[in-house]
């Protein structure tokens, strides 16, 4: 059975950090892109991140660039998320997702597993 755990989400003042880790278990995952998806309360799930199978080529949204870094570890199967100065509007469930292909994208529709989440809260 495929599983995506998502770990580390939690509270966090303005301007702080948090690292995201999701572990892939039931298969591996070295030949596909990994994602981060986000939703907030009253909002549609929406992309933030992805990473290519070869750990490169990283792709972001345009509301996290330049704070947020993806990356990866084909080996042990996991895929983490740094989320440096967190702005209350990053409050959300975050979401890692398995692509159904080895380039990463901002299409949901392009990945087929997806983990429960974890709950990211930033306060003022």
């Known amino acids: 059975q495929v599983q995506l755990v998502e770990s580390g989400g939690g509270l966090v003042q303005a301007g702080g950090s948090l690292r995201l880790s999701c572990a892939a278990s039931g298969r591996s995952f070295r030949g596909n892109a990994m994602g981060w998806f986000r939703q907030a309360p009253g909002k549609t799930r929406e992309f933030v991140s992805t990473?290519?199978?070869?750990?490169?080529?990283?792709l972001y949204a345009d509301s996290v660039k330049g704070r947020f870094i993806i990356s990866r570890d084909s080996a042990k199967n996991t895929v983490d998320l740094q989320m440096n100065s967190l702005k209350i509007e990053d409050t959300a469930v975050y979401y890692c997702?398995?692509?159904?292909?080895?380039?990463?994208?901002?299409?949901?529709?392009?990945?087929?597993?997806w983990g429960q989440g974890t709950q990211v809260t930033v306060s003022s």
């Open positions: 997702a398995a692509g159904m292909y080895s380039r990463g994208s901002r299409d949901e529709n392009e990945y087929n597993y």
């Open positions: 990473i290519a199978w070869s750990g490169g080529l990283p």
